[in-house]
């Protein structure tokens, strides 16, 4: 099957242009914070490129009901580009040019109802040739330097100083192999946040290389932003250059291809506690299990979003050495106190289902090339009393309230 990907010199105009971008936008913009990392000049950059030219670019926009302003920009034109160029992106593809068969969810008896849309589909959608991307708000800037703390954690010690709060999961993990594909469905909700500065998201990640030299992750899930819940990906390329994550723009080199889903819109419907759940299906693969390749996402049974170029990556355009699956928290212990944050549906992993949040249908491909349930995978749950998890092979329970007169009280 021939590659639906074209290189070279067709994308040399665009890199140009985003070359005389990236040198004539100012990297100083005041009261943003943060000024002397990279994540801050990015976010900078974000932000400056979406003042500028979003406006110029934007084929037609979709207000949505939850006042995000979504802009439809041409594929072309989308933020990838102007940092991919830095990045060496060498190709750009339409499509994969290989769908791993086994890994759909047809196969998945997921109910007609189960289907997650996002809210600014009430007012239409994007036309052939663009993506949807969510423009940038004041709060945003405000939010940037909070998350901007969640990409720039270097190392895992950083998570037992207070500085940009303590960073608590309930995971699973596979690691001891080569990893080419995961799939999982994660089921939706809205964890209450304590305070501004936190986070609560479910995720799948993807590592691959060893920290601090040639570390890159990619990950994807939900998570809680401005009291939205919102669609994410984010992309770590090394120690020194991590991002934030919750829309496109801060989530430069996945390039995307969807017109239907903009990354950093509201996702609608979520589960309703012991009542009607719904889910959402992730599936990321690279696309040759020989060689470099591109990691692809698909999200839903239909949505494929996009990919992320091999050229950005160092060990993990060959494969990935880890998969993790479940929820993570920043929790900024205010007053000394563990915080009343939520992960997942805030509710403890033994209430089961409808009541606690879950992964299920988890399968992986290693290097064996077989796909399988991951077998001899772990679990990570460093504050068990205030968030835990419970681990069932090919399906698991997640998450936890936070603060709690009953056990987390730390
Ligand atoms: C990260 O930055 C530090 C300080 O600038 C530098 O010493 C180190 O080599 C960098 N690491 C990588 C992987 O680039
Ligand atoms: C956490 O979940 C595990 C099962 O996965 C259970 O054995 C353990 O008791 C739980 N811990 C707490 C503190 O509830």
């Given at each position: 099957?021939?590659?639906?990907?074209?290189?070279?010199?067709?994308?040399?105009?665009?890199?140009?242009?985003?070359?005389?971008l990236?040198?004539l936008?100012?990297?100083?913009?005041?009261?943003?914070?943060?000024?002397?990392?990279?994540?801050?000049?990015?976010?900078?950059l974000?932000?400056?490129?979406?003042?500028?030219?979003?406006?110029?670019?934007?084929?037609?926009?979709?207000?949505?009901?939850?006042g995000?302003?979504?802009?439809?920009?041409?594929?072309?034109?989308?933020?990838?580009?102007?940092?991919?160029?830095?990045?060496?992106?060498?190709?750009?593809?339409?499509?994969p040019?290989f769908?791993?068969?086994?890994?759909?969810?047809?196969?998945?008896?997921?109910?007609?109802?189960?289907?997650?849309?996002?809210?600014?589909?009430?007012?239409?959608?994007?036309?052939?040739?663009?993506?949807?991307?969510?423009?940038?708000?004041?709060?945003?800037?405000?939010?940037?330097?909070?998350?901007?703390?969640?990409?720039r954690?270097?190392?895992?010690?950083?998570?037992?100083t207070?500085?940009?709060?303590?960073?608590?999961?309930?995971?699973?993990?596979?690691?001891?192999?080569?990893?080419?594909?995961?799939?999982?469905?994660?089921?939706?909700?809205?964890?209450?946040?304590?305070?501004?500065?936190?986070?609560?998201?479910?995720?799948?990640?993807?590592l691959?290389?060893?920290?601090p030299?040639?570390?890159?992750?990619?990950?994807?899930?939900?998570?809680?932003?401005?009291?939205?819940?919102?669609?994410?990906?984010?992309?770590?390329?090394?120690?020194?250059?991590?991002?934030?994550?919750?829309?496109?723009?801060?989530?430069?080199?996945?390039?995307?291809?969807?017109?239907?889903?903009?990354?950093?819109?509201?996702?609608?419907?979520?589960?309703v506690?012991?009542?009607?759940q719904?889910?959402?299906?992730?599936?990321?693969?690279?696309?040759?299990?020989?060689?470099?390749?591109?990691?692809?996402?698909?999200?839903?049974?239909?949505?494929?979003?996009?990919?992320?170029?091999?050229?950005?990556?160092?060990?993990?355009?060959?494969?990935?050495?880890?998969f993790?699956w479940?929820?993570?928290?920043?929790?900024?212990?205010?007053?000394r106190?563990?915080?009343?944050?939520?992960?997942?549906?805030?509710h403890?992993?033994?209430?089961?289902?409808?009541?606690?949040?879950?992964?299920?249908n988890?399968?992986?491909?290693?290097?064996?090339?077989?796909?399988?349930?991951?077998?001899?995978?772990?679990?990570?749950?460093?504050?068990?009393?205030?968030?835990?998890?419970?681990?069932?092979?090919?399906?698991?329970?997640?998450?936890?309230?936070?603060?709690?007169?009953?056990?987390?009280?730390?």
């Amino acid at each position: 099957m021939a590659s639906p990907c074209v290189s070279g010199r067709r994308w040399s105009r665009i890199v140009k242009r985003t070359l005389f971008l990236y040198f004539l936008i100012p990297m100083a913009a005041a009261g943003i914070g943060n000024t002397n990392t990279i994540v801050g000049q990015k976010q900078k950059l974000d932000i400056q490129w979406q003042l500028k030219h979003l406006n110029k670019l934007t084929l037609l926009n979709r207000s949505s009901p939850d006042g995000d302003i979504i802009d439809c920009v041409h594929i072309k034109n989308q933020p990838a580009f102007d940092y991919s160029f830095r990045w060496r992106l060498q190709k750009f593809c339409l499509g994969p040019s290989f769908h791993p068969k086994g890994l759909s969810f047809d196969d998945v008896s997921s109910k007609p109802e189960s289907l997650i849309t996002q809210l600014w589909h009430l007012n239409g959608r994007c036309p052939e040739g663009t993506i949807p991307i969510r423009r940038t708000k004041e709060e945003d800037l405000l939010r940037a330097s909070s998350v901007a703390s969640y990409g720039r954690k270097k190392h895992p010690q950083s998570d037992t100083t207070n500085k940009g709060g303590f960073h608590e999961h309930a995971l699973i993990v596979v690691t001891g192999d080569k990893y080419y594909r995961t799939k999982a469905t994660i089921n939706s909700w809205k964890p209450q946040i304590q305070e501004q500065d936190e986070l609560s998201l479910s995720k799948l990640l993807i590592l691959g290389g060893v920290a601090p030299k040639d570390l890159n992750t990619i990950e994807a899930g939900w998570m809680v932003c401005f009291l939205k819940i919102v669609f994410y990906s984010c992309l770590q390329k090394d120690a020194n250059q991590t991002m934030g994550c919750y829309n496109l723009l801060c989530s430069p080199g996945f390039v995307q291809i969807n017109k239907e889903i903009a990354l950093g819109g509201s996702l609608n419907p979520l589960s309703v506690y012991a009542a009607t759940q719904y889910e959402l299906n992730f599936l990321v693969w690279k696309q040759d299990i020989k060689g470099r390749g591109d990691w692809w996402m698909q999200v839903g049974n239909k949505y494929l979003m996009g990919y992320w170029p091999a050229s950005l990556f160092v060990s993990l355009s060959e494969s990935a050495s880890q998969f993790q699956w479940g929820g993570k928290v920043i929790n900024q212990q205010k007053n000394r106190q563990h915080t009343s944050t939520q992960m997942g549906s805030g509710h403890f992993p033994e209430e089961g289902f409808s009541r606690a949040s879950y992964f299920k249908n988890l399968q992986i491909v290693d290097g064996s090339n077989i796909l399988r349930f991951p077998k001899r995978s772990f679990i990570v749950a460093e504050k068990p009393n205030c968030y835990n998890v419970t681990n069932f092979v090919n399906y698991f329970y997640y998450g936890g309230p936070g603060r709690n007169q009953w056990r987390c009280h730390i």
